[in-house]
């Protein structure tokens, strides 16, 4: 069965504080990885689809990559305004076309 | 590119009536449409998929007669919440992708939050 464990659950980082956000997951055969920021009470905003091993992605501040078995999104210095849950989720081939398998997400909190 | 819209954004009805939701897919032609729930502080829980055309594929669980889908166009599909309860309240959310292929983009509409009284 697909599965998406993202970590940590919760992230506080003082503005410019760099760090990272982890997506582990188990796919019978990767269709693509995908990330997402949700503010709240809106629908999730595509980020980054990464799909093979070794692929990287940056947009701003953020820069996605991927592995066999994990994804990374790095922040660089954040700005308040990066405050969001970060949500993973992955497509495999295993199931059907185009579901999406999602994690619980990342709650992250830049402070000022 | 790549716009979803949904209306309404927010709907307080009486238990018992029905809701209909649209979703809209703006500045690109929609093969598939699927429709999400959210559970505050959760993540979002697959309803069902819809290609253009043809019958929804619902997930485990889900009642297809009590969550009517139809995907009339390639740019809208609409969630009807058939005798709403309490329970059924919650924030909906539709994604849209542009092909069929496996590896497509959703992108993701604004949300619609219902509150069944």
């Known amino acids: 069965e697909d599965q998406v464990t993202q970590s940590p659950e919760a992230l506080r980082l003082q503005e410019g504080e760099s760090s990272s956000l982890n997506c582990s997951y188990t796919?019978?055969?990767?269709?693509?990885l995908f990330w997402y920021r949700q503010d709240p009470g809106k629908g999730p905003e595509f980020l980054f689809t990464?799909?093979?091993a070794g692929e990287e992605k940056e947009k701003e501040r953020l820069k996605a990559t991927l592995t066999k078995k994990e994804s990374f999104l790095h922040i660089t210095a954040p700005k308040p305004e990066d405050s969001a849950t970060y949500l993973c989720?992955?497509?495999?081939?295993?199931?059907?076309?185009?579901?999406?398998?999602f994690g619980t997400g990342t709650l992250l909190a830049v402070q000022p | 590119g790549a716009v979803v819209s949904q209306h309404p954004s927010w709907v307080i009805c009486k238990s018992g009536t029905s809701v209909k939701i649209e979703c809209r897919s703006l500045?690109?032609?929609?093969?598939?449409m699927f429709w999400y729930r959210q559970f505050p502080k959760q993540s979002l829980m697959l309803m069902a998929t819809?290609?253009?055309?043809?019958?929804?594929?619902?997930e485990q669980g889900v009642e297809k007669d009590k969550f009517l889908i139809n995907h009339a166009s390639l740019t809208l599909s609409t969630l009807t919440v058939t005798s709403a309860h309490p329970e059924d309240s919650s924030f909906y959310i539709c994604?849209?992708?542009?092909?069929?292929?496996?590896?497509?983009?959703?992108?993701f509409g604004p949300g619609t939050r219902l509150l069944v009284l």
């Open positions: 796919v019978s055969g990767l269709r693509g």
């Open positions: 994604s849209a992708s542009k092909g069929l292929a496996g590896g497509e983009t959703q992108y």
């Open positions: 990464l799909y093979s």
């Open positions: 819809s290609n253009e055309g043809s019958k929804a594929t619902y």
């Open positions: 989720a992955v497509q495999g081939y295993g199931g059907a076309t185009n579901k999406l398998i």
């Open positions: 500045d690109f032609q929609a093969t598939t």
